[in-house]
């Protein structure tokens, strides 16, 4: 069976939040899209509830164990059959008007895919400057991120998440599916009147301005080749 859509989301241990993130997705689905889109969650070395909650929503769910989000994300859409590639975090939430506006994009074959604006789920001083500067750093690189929208044939075309690096396999992603855009003349896209909520459970745990006085771990994060750094913040961290 083939879909419009394949919503791909990695999960481990995330019965506190993703019950929020497919109940988004539903209410983005809509009328619609509803028998148009089929939603997988890549388990990874889940212990809690989360792939009872998944199946209550009618999501699908495979298993993947990797400490390697770029596996766990490739699980997920190398098992889709729809036309189009969503990847979203089970700790964040999508917009009501995100599927409209990324068929639209997409079907207008003026853009390759891409990304959408991110807001935190709280706010504060440091989580402000953080964002301001990762703003800045998205400005500079001119790409987004945050949830990836793109064609099952433009996803493949790039070979999908780079599993060679243990984290930062998004911004690359990001960037290879840009410099793919302009290849094919279908420039990189951030999606205009959708946008994502997610969580800041990283700033509760580490603090609200662990980013501004932690920037080696940041750079060790964005550079893709540090397990030890990757466990701590991704794959070992406590839900």
Known sequence: MSFQFSIVIPARDEERLIGRCLESIRV?????????????????????????IAHGFGARTIREDARNLARIRNAGARSAAGRMLVTIDADSTMSPGTLVAIERALSSGTT????????????????????????????????????FWCCREDFEAIGGFNENLVSGEDVDFARRLKAYGKRV??????????????????????GDWCVVKNPLLLWRLLRGKNQRAADAFYYDFER
């Open 28 to 52: 983005a689905a809509g009328t619609p899209y509803r028998d148009q889109l089929e939603v997988i969650v890549v388990l990874n070395r889940c212990s809690d509830k989360t792939e009872e």
């Open 112 to 147: 390759v895919g891409g990304g959408t604006l991110i807001l935190p789920d709280r706010s504060s001083p440091g989580i402000k400057v953080t964002l301001v500067l990762l703003d800045l750093l998205l400005m500079i690189c001119r790409f987004s991120g945050g949830l």
């Open 185 to 206: 003349q279908r420039p990189f896209s951030t999606l205009r009147g959708a946008y994502i909520v997610t969580s800041c459970r990283k700033f509760d745990a580490y």
